[in-house]
């Protein structure tokens, strides 16, 4: 025989056995104490918080024989019994999720007029409405809104913003909470007592935290690592979850602050080699930084830590620009959000720490998705002249040395290229967007190396990328992924154009090009693009 799983096991029978929901509880409590029930109620709110829960509360409550109306649900009676073992027969529970159709709400119309078997009041708990089809909902407005004496609606819904209006004005509308934490936890832990389970109070909190506010989730969990009949430890909890332990997200946000990849590569690499969830990571990533966020808000008080934990975060949220902590607050919560399963489950880790260690100031003028940086404003100096020995003819400014040189575009085109067949920067960037979906139809992975580009520029009919470092630029510049964008601006724009990948600013980079010829193309995007050349040598002095 299967053991009943114990989210159904512990399910309340009582009003005062619901937690978190004191708001919702106590308003139908007096509706029923008052005899003032209303015939149509909609619950609405995250998974797990007990929508379900209260509205068979309140179908037991409004059938009850407990001749004192303050006692009622008394969970004795003949009526509170048949609700608790599922064999009330005034009581109907439909899954709008799998029966959306008009002719389900007609079929419920034509049996609503039957007066009840059992009870006082035939109940109609209606799941997940919002799925019910907007013919559906049509046929539902007339019996929501004139419903017979002896029947009694309750909806409940995740997602209320898919509720017609009309559907919303005919219900008395009851929001239900995320249950805090410390509630959640006081639950498990009575509940382990009354159940003889063996659970470190520490696990308890981590199970807590972990279920974001649902307690279906957190008994689930419990219930699941209860099941090896071991004692439960914040370990082996987080070995069987597939999380990480704290030490790991802390060394990670110790590299970012260090600027140290490999550090942080290697903390990615450790976690999901030990079997963490590449999502799960990033959430514990993200919650991290949300503490370091409230202490530099000067909330440290709202953190649930120990002294010498909140010693650590003051310490490592001082050296955060505000800015900075949110845009890898940012960059993380979009890898916990990204619900696309990827080949490489790390990359996207990987490109939120490699944008992560480039801390920008607030007034950076970057447009996201790989939109041109604005250029900084031009400082009113005389120009230079720059010596012979110092650059070929022909080839750029260059200042001296230690001072970034100053550069302008050239437009003359490449040999063997006509004007009009390469596209000027402006008609790219009015269609990059569109460049974007199309790579994006291709590949997600290629898009999201696209994404980290920072900016662009058509030099000599070439389309130059620039990334802020080596890491961000090596991911796209495979040939499969440079492929995949010449076909995209080959659909979009009608051309085909080479593509090269370059570091903004990267000293080597330049300085390599450099040698190479001072009239390299690469040496002139990357001195549009902000880069300096700080040493050059003729071939009398090499």
């Known amino acids: 025989m299967m053991s009943q799983a114990l989210y159904r096991k512990w399910r309340p029978r009582l009003w005062e056995q619901v937690i978190g929901q004191e708001h919702v509880i106590q308003t139908?409590?007096?509706?029923?104490?008052?005899?003032?029930?209303?015939h149509a109620y909609l619950f609405a709110g995250p998974r797990g918080t007990g929508k379900t829960t209260t509205a068979r509360l309140l179908a037991k409550a409004v059938n009850c024989l407990d001749e004192d109306p303050a006692n009622r649900p008394c969970d004795r009676c003949e009526h509170c019994v048949a609700v608790n073992e599922g064999r009330f027969l005034d009581l109907i529970e439909i899954d709008a999720a799998s029966n959306t159709s008009v002719d389900d709400v007609r079929d419920l119309r034509e049996k609503i007029n039957f007066s009840p078997s059992q009870g006082r009041t035939k109940v109609y708990i209606i799941d997940e409405v919002h799925m019910l089809?907007?013919?559906?909902?049509?046929?539902?407005?007339?019996?929501?809104?004139?419903?017979?004496?002896?029947?009694?609606?309750?909806?409940?819904?995740t997602e209320v913003h898919k509720i017609p209006a009309t559907v919303l004005s005919r219900c008395q509308r009851y929001e239900f909470r995320r249950v805090p934490v410390a509630a959640m936890t006081a639950l498990l832990r009575q509940k382990a007592a009354e159940e003889g389970l063996a659970v470190n109070d520490d696990a308890l909190q981590w199970i807590a935290r972990q279920a974001t506010g649902a307690v279906r989730d957190a008994i689930s969990l419990l219930d699941q690592l209860s099941s090896t009949g071991e004692r439960v430890t914040l370990q082996s909890a987080q070995q069987v979850l597939g999380a990480v332990t704290s030490e790991s997200v802390v060394r990670l946000v110790e590299a970012i602050l260090a600027k140290d990849a490999a550090s942080g590569l290697a903390c990615i690499q450790a976690a999901l080699d030990g079997g963490s969830d590449a999502r799960q990571y990033a959430r514990q990533v993200v919650e991290y930084l949300r503490g370091l966020l409230l202490v530099r808000l000067n909330n440290a008080a709202m953190l649930d830590a120990t002294p010498e934990v909140r010693a650590q975060m003051a310490s490592q949220a001082a050296r955060f620009s505000t800015a900075w902590l949110l845009e890898v607050i940012r960059l993380f919560n979009e890898v916990v959000s990204d619900t696309r399963v990827s080949w490489q489950p790390g990359l996207g880790l990987e490109l939120a720490l490699a944008e992560a260690l480039e801390e920008r100031s607030p007034a950076a003028a970057v447009t996201s998705g790989g939109g041109e940086a604005s250029p900084p404003a031009a400082k009113a100096e005389p120009p230079r002249q720059a010596t012979p020995s110092a650059r070929p003819a022909g080839a750029p400014p260059v200042a001296a040395k230690g001072e970034a040189a100053q550069t302008t575009r050239e437009s003359t085109p490449a040999q063997g290229k006509s004007v009009g067949a390469v596209p000027a920067l402006n008609e790219i960037r009015a269609a990059w967007n569109r460049v974007r979906q199309v790579v994006k139809q291709q590949s997600s992975l290629t898009a999201a190396a696209l994404n980290s580009c920072k900016t662009f520029d058509v030099r000599d009919g070439v389309l130059i990328l620039g990334y802020q470092n080596e890491l961000l630029k090596s991911k796209m510049e495979t040939e499969e992924n440079l492929n995949r964008l010449r076909?995209?601006?080959?659909?979009?724009?009608?051309?085909?154009?080479?593509?090269?990948?370059?570091?903004?600013?990267?000293?080597?980079?330049?300085?390599?090009?450099?040698?190479?010829?001072?009239?390299?193309?690469?040496?002139r995007t990357a001195l549009d693009l902000g880069g300096m050349i700080v040493d050059q040598q003729d071939d009398s002095e090499r």
């Not at 139908?28 to 209303?38: F, K, P, Q, T, Y």
């Not at 046929?139 to 004496?149: D, G, N, V, Y």
């Open 487 to 523: 076909q995209a601006l080959q659909a979009v724009l009608g051309v085909t154009l080479p593509v090269r990948c370059v570091v903004i600013g990267n000293k080597a980079t330049i300085e390599a090009e450099t040698l190479a010829g001072a009239e390299s193309e690469l040496v």
């Open 28 to 38: 139908l409590r007096n509706a029923v104490r008052s005899g003032r029930i209303g």
């Open 133 to 157: 089809s907007t013919a559906a909902f049509n046929a539902l407005l007339k019996t929501l809104e004139e419903p017979p004496p002896h029947a009694l609606f309750i909806l409940a819904t």
